[in-house]
């Protein structure tokens, strides 16, 4: 069965530093994997997407994740963290049939000034 | 520009009381999805709709139920919300073409006293 595995549940950074978000998964063929960010009170926004294009992904606010097939790792970093960047981070990957979201259980990521 | 719109944004019923949710879309996308979001979890699926067809998820209770008059609107309607009914309901839609991510919006808080 497919899934997905957020290694943290809670990450807290300094701002400036850098960020670093861990997601394995396990998968029997190609996946589409994303990431979304979900501030309080807010629906969930895309991050990036990898679609089976190239490896290293780049998306909004300057996060970017690359997917590596012998880990089956798709981390998501950023160099340098702000405030704003405080919120839920998904890790979320795609059925085979392209009809729904498997969820990891997400990531808090706390931003000290 | 907003291009999936929930109203309302926070709505308080009471138990037992029927309730309805509603979301609409700007993307023209077939697809439009329903998830149930508690305090510090992923989204849960309740079911989608692909163009009009109606997919319910096995264990989305009888309770909740979903129409979709046009290709811009899908509503969620709770018959008799419960206490455990307390949560943000979330609504996504998503191209036909394989691979696209959802699009969410920013979620309807509902209470229930």
């Known amino acids: 069965a497919q899934s997905v595995t957020q290694l943290d549940s809670h990450v807290s950074v300094s701002e400036g530093t850098p960020v670093l978000l861990r997601c394995n998964y396990s998968?029997?063929?190609?996946?589409?994997l994303f990431w979304y960010v979900q501030h309080p009170n807010k629906g969930l926004q895309l991050l990036l997407k990898y679609t089976s294009a190239a490896t290293l992904v780049k998306g909004i606010n300057g996060f970017e994740a690359e997917f590596k097939k012998s880990e089956t790792s798709f981390h998501l970093t950023k160099p340098s963290a702000h405030m704003s960047d405080a919120a839920e981070y998904f890790c979320v990957s795609l059925n085979q049939a392209g009809t729904a979201l498997i969820f990891g259980k997400g990531t808090t990521l706390s931003v000290s000034s | 520009d907003a291009m999936v719109i929930q109203n309302p944004r926070y709505q308080v019923t009471q138990f037992g009381k029927p309730v309805t949710l509603s979301c609409s879309q700007t993307l023209n996308h077939n697809v439009m999805y329903w998830y149930q979001q508690k305090s510090s979890q992923a989204p849960k699926l309740l079911f989608h709709?692909?163009?009009?067809?109606?997919?319910n998820e096995a264990d989305t209770p009888d309770n909740f139920q979903s129409r979709r008059p046009n290709t811009s609107f899908c509503f969620l309607d709770i018959r008799s919300p419960g206490l455990g009914d307390a949560a943000m309901y979330l609504c996504a839609t998503k191209g036909a073409r394989p691979k696209q991510p959802q699009h969410f919006g920013d979620g309807t808080r509902l209470s229930i006293l």
């Open positions: 998968s029997s063929y190609s996946p589409s």
């Open positions: 709709y692909y163009d009009k067809d109606f997919n």
